[in-house]
């Protein structure tokens, strides 16, 4: 294995390597432990025959690479606008939310002919995000309860009073 191969399959983000037509020539360990695809049966395949992916999402992909080869430049998929670009399913015991990883997906040249798509989970940082609106409105919900209930026993003081 040469040394930018190592590096790849150590780092905890997907890198995976795909030409205009969506075919794999780079799998990290990291796919492989995501999306339980072997990096050997990776390699070649589509990511049309790897994953289930719907004509919207193979429209959004294929347009974002061919952007990314003419520009030369990054193009980017965010996941709290997007969800996920790649589905690639969540454990089981991490479905809270989401069926889906949520992800972030940078797109950047690889050479002139490939992309090199870095995939960062942001599934976690969602569900916080969702639970902290949870909770603001939970927290809005008593205040107006409690001002409520506030305002009802002035109304009964000022009743008491006169």
Avoid at 83 to 97: A, C, E, K, T, Y
């Amino acid at each position: 294995m040469m040394r930018a191969e190592l590096l790849i399959d150590a780092v905890h983000i997907g890198v995976v390597v795909v030409d205009a037509e969506l075919k794999v020539s780079t799998w990290n360990r990291w796919m492989g432990i995501h999306t339980n695809i072997p990096q050997n049966k990776a390699f070649g395949q589509s990511l049309t025959e790897l994953f289930h992916l719907d004509e919207e999402r193979i429209k959004t992909l294929s347009r974002r690479i061919k952007t990314t080869l003419k520009l030369g430049s990054p193009t980017f998929s965010i996941a709290s606008a997007e969800g996920f670009l790649l589905p690639i399913p969540l454990p089981l015991s991490s479905r809270v939310n989401f069926d889906f990883m949520q992800q972030d997906i940078t797109i950047a040249p690889y050479d002139a002919t490939r992309v090199m798509l870095l995939i960062y989970d942001q599934t976690p940082l969602i569900e916080s995000k969702r639970r902290e609106a949870g909770k603001s409105k939970e927290l809005s919900i008593m205040v107006e309860n409690a001002t409520k209930t506030i305002n009802k026993l002035k109304a009964a003081e000022a009743l008491l009073v006169k």
